[in-house]
């Protein structure tokens, strides 16, 4: 194991300040514009692309690359303190390469993941296909299914999957589905949908509260056939581990806890970028607004609430950023990516609303970005597991009991 540091090296500084360049440059001066138009951002994608920050060899840089666990959160939080629509649009793919690293064979891993992002002169995209209508949380209430069929070798998905980001506008599409219903979470298995298999639709696409630059829609599967071998992880290694489940015995739940713990530092990154940018924008503002003959932030009422904002912050980076560590060093003790994703969301809710009352009337209209940037912050607390399913998590692992 490597000894703890939340040290930057030279290499992670350097890419810190060329993601913030890129922000600065690219994607801030467009970020309002394509929040208002709902949109994916294809030119800004195709441009991430061309510098390198889109593609898996970013990504492999960034993961396999990387000792310490720091350059994913590093890289994150300065693109989301770019933009979060935006970021969210540059950063889902990532989604789909992590449900295929999850489950995967190292060749599916191989095959798929690349195609997931294309090249840089032609981009494509993926989508990580498994919340539903009626189970977002509840992951044992899924119901789109999966039957193999034998005379063909193909399995045979039929149902709707909902909220995606990458949904229907994706290339690679890799969907949870049940194969034993009698099992509940543990009789799913993961597929992938090959670009322009047939009966993958897009249903609608969602109008959202923010990150309104990310694409979310439904995704319809009607009698979509993917070969036998889009199977992740292979039809020998899921007959073993429904045959355990069915046993009795614990099947790989520890090993896929472990999984979304170590996701899980990575979506707080987002949420700091956020907190940031709008901690950053009324810092500066209660510098320069006056109020009774002085700058607001003269007044403690002001100034101690950046006080806190800043603290929030900070406290929440280094709690991102040892979770990424101890994911990358797989020595997890009390659900420490949780807690991180948690608080990180909360400090962003919190901060961006903070900031609002800190500009005012200003704070409130859509001429400064302070009220995006609220909005955007929100969704931190609801995917990648709600605030209640990071409490769940949390509480199980500090009492080792079934907390409902
Ligand atoms: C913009 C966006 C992008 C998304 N992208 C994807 C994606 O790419 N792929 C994907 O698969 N999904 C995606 N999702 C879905 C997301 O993960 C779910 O919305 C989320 O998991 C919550 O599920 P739900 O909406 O069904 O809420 P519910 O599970 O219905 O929860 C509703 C409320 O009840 C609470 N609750 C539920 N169960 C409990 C419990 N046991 N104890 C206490 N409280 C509980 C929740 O915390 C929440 O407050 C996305 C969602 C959004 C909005």
């Not at 666990?69 to 793919?93: C, H, K, Q, R, S």
Request: with cysteine.
């Amino acid at each position: 194991m490597n000894e703890f540091s939340l040290a930057l090296t030279d290499e992670q500084e350097q890419l810190r300040d060329w993601i913030h360049q890129f922000c600065v440059d690219v994607v801030r001066p467009v970020a309002g514009e394509w929040d208002e138009r709902e949109e994916f951002p294809w030119p800004i994608v195709e441009e991430a692309a061309q510098i390198g920050l889109y593609g898996w060899d970013f990504l492999a840089q960034g993961m396999l690359g990387d000792k310490t666990g720091l350059t994913l959160p590093v890289a994150i939080e300065e693109l989301f303190w770019g933009d979060a629509g935006i970021g969210m649009a540059i950063m889902g793919t990532g989604l789909a390469a992590a449900g295929i690293a999850a489950s995967g064979t190292q060749e599916q891993v191989m095959e798929w993941v690349p195609q997931c992002y294309g090249t840089a002169d032609d981009i494509r995209l993926g989508a990580f296909c498994a919340s539903e209508a009626d189970a977002g949380s509840d992951v044992g209430g899924y119901r789109a299914r999966a039957v193999y069929d034998e005379a063909s070798d193909e399995w045979v998905l039929n149902g709707a999957k909902a909220w995606i980001t990458n949904g229907g506008i994706a290339d690679v599409h890799v969907v949870v589905a049940v194969v034993d219903p009698e099992l509940g979470s543990k009789g799913h298995a993961s597929f992938i949908v090959p670009p322009g298999t047939m009966g993958l639709s897009q249903g609608q696409k969602y109008k959202k509260h923010g990150i309104r630059a990310s694409h979310t829609a439904e995704v319809l599967l009607d009698d979509v056939r993917v070969p036998g071998q889009c199977l992740l992880g292979g039809r020998e290694k899921l007959d073993e581990r429904l045959a355990r489940v069915r046993r009795g015995e614990k099947g790989n739940a520890q090993a896929a806890m472990q999984t979304f713990e170590a996701t899980r530092p990575a979506v707080g990154a987002q949420a700091l970028g956020v907190a940031r940018a709008a901690y950053e924008y009324a810092l500066d503002y209660a510098k320069e607004r006056h109020a009774f003959g002085r700058p607001i932030i003269a007044n403690q009422g002001i100034a101690f609430m950046l006080a806190d904002m800043a603290t929030e912050i900070e406290a929440s980076r280094m709690m991102v950023w040892r979770a990424a560590w101890l994911g990358k060093n797989k020595s997890f003790v009390n659900a420490e990516g949780s807690m991180a994703k948690l608080k990180a969301a909360r400090t962003a809710t919190w901060v961006t609303e903070r900031a609002i009352q800190i500009l005012g009337g200003a704070g409130y209209t859509r001429e400064v970005p302070v009220e995006r940037w609220h909005r955007d912050a929100k969704i931190h607390d609801i995917f990648e597991g709600t605030e209640q399913i990071q409490q769940l998590v949390i509480s199980r692992a500090i009492s080792g009991m079934r907390i409902e």
